[in-house]
């Protein structure tokens, strides 16, 4: 693990100091940033690169973490108050009319200001966003959602697994293959097994000989 930041341990090793400060920032599909924050203040962002950016006082409650150190998926839960506004219209009710935020890149940090460091960071996508007439609740879900991952491009089977034409396969021919050993086109990239060799007129057929499917195949996109 990588030492501290030159002049962080002074101001965290003291007693006292200033209470760390939740930092959010939200890029919607759209493009549009949302600095939030329990203070209204002037920080860096870590999105955009810049210095001096207005957070607004806009989150409420308790913001929930849930980090398992597995490769389950690593989840937040947020939520931003949606009583400021105009006569016509609230502010986080507007930004929700134009904006999707489901699927929008969440960067947190716990920060604090007078070592000027992030004691915890936690970024994702946000999967579910939901809004009444006084708070938004957006569910995030960390990178490591590995059962949202998409899974090779292959086949579970007793012979190749390729898809015939794909990059892996290498095959040019209009005419698709069975999968097996004779009839692969391109047989140097051939990646399924011939587990028996029938010789007959001491020559080696052109035909693939193997085990029958398993009943019970292993699924790599399984929900953990």
């Known amino acids: 693990m990588a030492g501290l930041p030159r002049g962080v341990t002074g101001p965290m090793s003291a007693s006292g100091g200033c209470a760390p400060v939740s930092l959010v920032e939200i890029r ?4 549009n940033t949302y600095f939030l924050s329990e203070q209204r203040g002037i920080w860096n962002s870590i999105i955009n690169g810049t210095t001096e950016n207005e957070y607004q006082d806009w989150l409420v409650g308790q913001q929930q973490f849930h980090e398992t150190g597995t490769t389950a998926t690593d989840t937040a839960s947020l939520s931003i108050q949606n009583l ?4 016509v ?4 009710a507007l930004a ?5 935020f489901v699927g929008a890149f ?4 716990l920060w604090r200001a007078d070592a000027e ?3 915890f960071t936690f970024t994702g996508n946000v999967t579910d966003a939901d809004i009444d007439e006084n708070v938004m609740d957006l569910s995030v879900e960390g990178f490591g959602n590995y059962s949202a991952v998409k899974v090779p491009s292959y086949d579970i089977d007793v012979s190749c697994p390729l898809f015939f034409g794909s990059e892996a396969c290498g095959s040019t021919s209009p005419t698709p293959c069975n ?7 391109s047989i140097e990239r051939f990646a399924g097994i011939v587990v028996q060799w029938n010789f007959s007129n001491s020559s080696a057929p052109l035909v693939q000989i193997a ?3 398993p009943a019970v195949s292993y699924n790599p996109a399984r929900a953990f």
């Open 96 to 100: 929700y009319a134009k904006n999707e």
């Open 106 to 109: 969440v960067y947190y940090r």
């Open 117 to 119: 460091t992030a004691i």
């Open 89 to 92: 219209e609230r502010d986080m």
């Open 211 to 213: 085990q029958p499917a």
């Open 28 to 31: 919607t599909l759209s493009g």
């Open 179 to 185: 999968q097996s050993y004779g009839d692969c086109s």
């Open 84 to 87: 400021s506004g105009n006569t």
